[in-house]
């Protein structure tokens, strides 16, 4: 069956923030991350990386909003019950009142802080998948031209596998020095995070100011 309220004003501007938070956060990402890790990251790379963990935050965020609602159908009270109605009146109805604003107020600094550790969580989880598949190529390419080579050119071709023990050992020394690539990184996450965070909010006063000269 179909439901019998679809909420189309929350979709359009869901998908709207959406594309707000990747377009800002990629930008965020790539400069602070050049800045203070010294990092080259490509505008594909930095839109990777905003939009999949926008795309994170987003699901678990709904999957939280529906889990509360589950928790407070099971567990009913006064206060739950108010805060469900708050929520429903702003988000599918489009319908404000000075509790609401209450309401919101501190669930978007509840939004902020969560936001940003699934964002930390979800960048560091999608560069070790990368890197990780990045290792697997080269790996495959070396083990491929090991096989092709032929035993009358081992002398010439031995001094060319020392790169990949050099390689290995980069590899364990930028994960010894992972803990400090985390600083940087988990700056930039916070920065993206705020300045989308404020283009959303700025979106929305600007809505909220028009519909109080419009009526």
Known sequence: MLPTVLPLRAIAFQALFLLIAIAVEAAVLRRTLAADKKEFVTPNQSIQY???INLLCTVVGWLAFFLFFAVA???PSAWTTRVETNLVNFIFFDQWSNETATSLIVACFIMF???FTIKQAGLNALRSTLQAGIE???EKKEAEASDETSESVIREVSPSRRPS???AIRVLRNESSAPQAMKPQARAVFYANAWSFSA???ILMFRFAIQRLAF
Do not use: C, P
């Open 50 to 52: 905003a939009a999949t």
């Open 73 to 75: 159908y099971a567990l």
């Open 113 to 115: 802080f969560a936001s």
């Open 136 to 138: 697997k190529k080269e």
């Open 165 to 167: 023990r050099s390689g």
């Open 200 to 202: 959303i909010l700025a």
